[in-house]
Each structure stands twice: as C-alpha cells, then as structure tokens.
C-alpha cells in the first residue's frame, strides 16, 4: 500500500502561489495516477486535479483550469501541486490521493492552505 505525506502549504495573500509536495513511498508508485484533493469547511472533499502515470495525461477542475499544474517525479517518488494566482475561495485542506484501479483507495493527512483577501 503506498504511504502519503503533504506539505507546502501555508498562509497567502491572494494573488499568491503555494507549491505543494507529495511524498509517496511503496514500490509501485510510478505505476499509478495520483490526484490532489481538497476539503473547505462544511464542504465535501473533491478532486482537483489528477495525474496519470507516465504524466502524459492531466486533469484540472473548472474553477484552477490555468492556475494550477500538476507534475511528478516517479524516480523521486514525488507529485506537486503549483498554484499560481490563489483566490481565498482556494482555502482548505488539501490532500494527496492514489489510485491504483478505478478507485481513489488511501489519501495522506492533508496540508492547509489558507489565502487572505
């Protein structure tokens, strides 16, 4: 089973950009699509955005369509998370994802992104 760890996040003035890093240990990480998600207070989580395997393939929810780019480094068992021009309504806690099949099956335990009007 891989094991995640977050980081980077922070407080940001909006406008800013935060860097976020996922850690991912196991074997097998290389071989899976790996997705970032968030949860805002009194909201339910969602995916924002997911990366395949080999990185060729990416997806963006509407709302960080252009602001935010996901990457990964396999050999350093590593995905990112660049977001560019935050907006307060970004604020929340933001969790990396693997899925191994059709299915998001563990997260890690998520780092909080704060952004100030």
């Known amino acids: 089973q891989v094991q995640l760890v977050e980081s980077g996040g922070g407080l940001v003035q909006a406008g800013g950009s935060l860097r976020l890093s996922c850690a991912a240990s196991?074997?097998?990480?290389?071989?899976?699509?790996m997705g970032w998600f968030r949860q805002a207070p009194g909201k339910e989580r969602e995916l924002v955005s997911e990366?395949?395997?080999?990185?060729?393939?990416?997806y963006y929810i509407d709302s960080v369509q252009g602001r935010f780019t996901i990457s990964r480094d396999n050999a350093k068992r590593m995905v990112y998370l660049q977001m560019n021009s935050l907006k307060p309504e970004d604020t929340a806690v933001y969790y990396c994802g693997v899925k191994p099949g059709a299915q998001y099956t563990n997260w890690g335990q998520g780092t909080q992104v704060t952004v100030s009007s």
């Open positions: 196991g074997r097998t990480f290389s071989h899976y699509t």
């Open positions: 990366i395949n395997w080999a990185a060729s393939n990416t």
